[in-house]
């Protein structure tokens, strides 16, 4: 599958390794974030062959081309993420380790709330919500 991501790195002269595509193909078509290990994992399953150093280095480079984002979350190996969805929040099992994207309807109430306590220029936000998932509980 071409995706716009591959095709803008394409015409910026970047060379387009089977790791390199096979890692934003699965970032872009995965709608929770991913960690390094998780990459690797799930790679090897569909015939990938590629080592954990590469993946960290093809991360690496496809954060400094913004496209895609680490995501702050405690206590965890890092996550990362395509970057520009549609804002979203975390979910995260503390059990497992799974992880779900969350767009909450009510956040415009309490972001409004914020603006009227602070007289900061806010700019960004993080908020991330921890539990057991159904298949831990
Ligand atoms: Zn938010
Ligand atoms: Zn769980």
């Known amino acids: ?11 910026k002269g970047f060379r387009m390794t089977q790791a390199r595509s096979s ?10 974030p991913l960690t390094a290990t998780s990459i690797h994992k799930i790679l090897k399953r569909i015939g990938v062959s590629t080592n ?24 965890t190996e890092l996550h990362y993420e395509i970057s520009g969805r549609t804002h979203h929040h975390h979910l995260m099992c503390t ?6 994207n969350i767009v909450l309807q009510s956040e415009k109430g ?3 709330e914020m603006h009227n306590i602070s007289t900061y220029d806010i700019r960004r936000h993080s908020l991330a ?6 298949d831990c509980t």
């Open 1 to 11: 599958m071409i995706t716009n991501h591959l095709l803008l790195l394409q015409k």
């Open 23 to 32: 890692i934003l193909n699965l970032l872009e078509n995965t709608d929770h």
């Open 52 to 75: 954990i150093t590469t993946i960290y280095r093809e991360l690496e480079f496809l954060l400094e081309q913004k496209i895609i984002e680490k995501i702050p979350l405690f206590d």
């Open 95 to 100: 059990s497992c380790g799974s992880i779900q």
């Open 110 to 112: 309490l972001l409004e």
């Open 129 to 134: 919500f921890f539990g057991t998932c159904p």
